[in-house]
């Protein structure tokens, strides 16, 4: 990913808005410190940056690759135990903060 100072921005955007659409993304720095980062407008949120590649690689998250089991998608949801309402229980995690 190409770097530039707010200077450079400043001196050169519409160079710079030309690579954008060509697809390059571009990170502003000022005084050393990245700022903002200009990326093609076009692209989908999740892919647009490398997100989730970014947090695979730091461990955060792990990407799935094939699709779930069906059996998984046709079992019946859970039921809570002791005839608990989950809406109940909800509201009372929201209340108390936990």
């Known amino acids: 990913m190409k770097t530039a100072s707010i200077s450079q921005v400043k ?19 000022d005084r050393g410190v990245v700022v903002a980062r200009l990326e093609p407008a076009g692209l989908a949120p999740a892919d647009s940056s490398g997100r989730l590649e970014r947090l695979e690689r730091a461990g955060l998250v792990r990407i799935g690759r094939a699709a779930p089991p069906l059996d998984l998608l046709r079992a019946p949801a859970p039921r809570p135990r002791g005839g608990v309402s989950i809406v109940d229980a909800v509201l009372d995690d929201r209340r108390t903060g936990r």
């Open 11 to 29: 001196n050169s955007l519409s160079a710079l808005v030309d690579q954008v659409r060509a697809g390059e993304r571009i990170l502003v720095t």
